[in-house]
């Protein structure tokens, strides 16, 4: 079991960049393929962006392709997400969200763990 704890979020105007940190307890963190998913308001929870365990295989929803870069730290039990060129739309409660097994998956369904989430407002 892993348990994650989300940083980073915040006000930014349209065209900045904000990074959110997700640090996971205990010691296997490296056994967990890590995803970023992100709600807002009156939506269902999107995919955004994960990694498998080693960070060697990553994915993007093409909504953010070219501008988010997901990154993991395993020896200090952190996943990361740098967002550049943010736009109004990114405007979201951001999870952060761990997988039983190496290989990461893009539906919420999919992670049996999840942090509580960072707040991210972009401003027109």
């Known amino acids: 079991q892993v348990q994650l704890v989300e940083s980073g979020g915040g006000l930014v105007q349209a065209g900045g960049s904000l990074r959110l940190a997700c640090v996971g307890s205990?010691?296997?963190?490296?056994?967990?393929?890590m995803g970023w998913f992100r709600q807002a308001p009156g939506k269902e929870r999107e995919f955004v962006a994960a990694t498998n365990w080693s960070g060697g295989s990553i994915y993007y929803a093409d909504s953010v392709k070219g501008r988010f870069t997901i990154s993991r730290d395993n020896g200090k039990n952190t996943v990361y997400l740098q967002m550049n060129s943010l736009k109004p739309e990114d405007t979201a409660v951001y999870y952060c969200?761990?997988?039983?097994?190496?290989?990461?998956?893009?539906?919420?369904?999919?992670?049996?763990?999840w942090g509580q989430g960072t707040q991210v407002t972009v401003s027109s």
């Open positions: 969200a761990a997988r039983d097994g190496y290989s990461y998956a893009t539906v919420p369904r999919n992670y049996a763990y």
């Open positions: 205990g010691r296997t963190f490296n056994r967990y393929a």
